[in-house]
C-alpha cells in the first residue's frame, strides 16, 4: 500500500479550501473521493465532492468490505472511503490524501501503514463564523458541528503535524512545504 496523506480537523477549519490549493501546486497528491449518505450540496457533483449513495447500498458496500474506513457523522450520515479509491490513484502514480473527521483519521493513522496526519486548526468562534458565512448547513447542524469541534480540537495532538488556519495564505504555505517534504522524503527512502 502507498503511503497515504491524511487531513483531519473541525468543520469550517479550512480543510476543504487548503486541500484545493495544495492539489495546485503539488501534482502528485490525488484527493480521494468519498461516499457518503448525506444530501448533495448546491454546486455538488456525484464523483466529483463525493459519491452521494443511499443508505442502503452504503450499507451493502460496507458488508462487502469495500470501506477502508467509514464513520457516521452528524445526523446519522454515513461517510467513509472506498479502498477502490487508493487503487485507482495508486495506478495513476500518486500519492492519496484523505479528508476525514477525526475519527476516521486516527483509524487510518493506526491502520495504515505510512500514513502521515495532518490537523487543520481554528478557533471555536472563528469556525462558527465561518460555517454561519459557508452558510451550506442549518442552524441546528451548525451548532451540533461547534459542539463537536470543541471535542476534536482536544484531540489535535494525536496527529502527527498541527496546522493553525487562521491566516489563510500562511497556512497553504506551510500545508505546501510540509507535504512538499514528505513526499520528497518518501522519494528518497531506499527502494528493494
Ligand atoms: P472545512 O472543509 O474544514 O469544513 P472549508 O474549507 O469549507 O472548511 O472552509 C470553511 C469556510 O471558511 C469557507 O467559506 C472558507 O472560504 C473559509 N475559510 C477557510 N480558511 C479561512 C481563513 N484562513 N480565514 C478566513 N476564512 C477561511
Ligand atoms: P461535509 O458534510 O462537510 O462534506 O463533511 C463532514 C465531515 O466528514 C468532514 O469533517 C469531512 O472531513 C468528513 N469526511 C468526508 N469524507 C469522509 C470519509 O470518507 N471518511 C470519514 N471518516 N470522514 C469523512
Known sequence: MPAVLVVTGPSGAGKGTLIRELV??????????????????????DGREYRFLS????????????????????SGQCYGTLRSELARIAENGHTPLLELETEGALRVKHEVPGAVTIFIS???????????????????????????????????????????????????????????????????????
Open 55 to 74: 443508505a442502503a447500498e452504503f450499507h451493502a458496500r460496507v458488508e462487502h468490505g469495500e470501506f477502508l474506513e467509514h464513520v457516521e457523522f452528524i
Open 24 to 45: 495546485e501546486r503539488v501534482p502528485e497528491i490525488e484527493v480521494t473521493v468519498s461516499a457518503t449518505t448525506r444530501e448533495r450540496r448546491r454546486g455538488e457533483e
Open 122 to 192: 481554528a478557533r471555536v468562534d472563528e469556525l462558527e463564523r465561518r460555517l454561519r458565512e459557508r452558510a451550506t448547513e442549518s442552524s441546528g447542524e451548525i451548532h451540533e458541528r461547534i459542539e463537536l469541534a470543541r471535542k476534536q480540537l482536544e484531540q489535535a495532538r494525536e496527529f502527527d503535524h498541527v496546522i493553525e488556519n487562521d491566516d489563510l495564505e500562511r497556512a497553504v504555505t506551510e500545508l505546501t512545504t510540509l507535504v512538499r517534504g514528505l513526499l520528497g522524503a518518501t522519494a528518497t527512502m531506499p527502494r528493494r
